[in-house]
């Protein structure tokens, strides 16, 4: 059973940092592409980063010097630090793992959340002003 299981949400005013996780179960996580995606009411699924199986991470523009994704491949566990937070960052943010084949049949295409065979419950972030 894949479960994703995200953790360390919460509500913070701007200037301030949060630390996600996700726990993966369930499937070969180096089979997989992790990333951290967001979605406020209204619009539609936001990539954030995401960390391939070498490492290599990419960023959304929006997060770029403010936010790390990070995983400890033991624990198949993936983490996202976040700072210097703003009250647009505010939403849901997901983790998802997405087939390596897949993303890279279609170029790597990380942000595509449609791309993503697993999610998780999601964890909310709230930053006030």
């Known amino acids: 059973q894949v479960q994703l299981v995200e953790s360390g949400g919460g509500s913070v005013q701007a200037g301030g940092s949060l630390r996600l996780s996700c726990a993966a179960s369930g499937f070969t996580y180096s089979k997989y592409c992790m990333a951290w995606f967001r979605q406020v009411p209204g619009k539609e699924r936001e990539g954030v980063a995401t960390?391939?199986?070498?490492?290599?991470?990419s960023y959304a523009d929006s997060v770029k010097g403010r936010f790390t994704i990070s995983q400890d491949n033991a624990k198949n566990t993936l983490y996202l630090q976040m700072n210097s937070l703003k009250p647009e960052d505010t939403a849901m943010y997901y983790c998802a793992a997405a087939s390596n084949v897949l993303l890279s049949y279609y170029g790597g295409s990380w942000s595509v959340h449609q791309l993503y065979n697993y999610w998780g419950q999601g964890t909310q972030v709230t930053v006030s002003s």
């Open positions: 960390v391939n199986n070498a490492g290599s991470t």
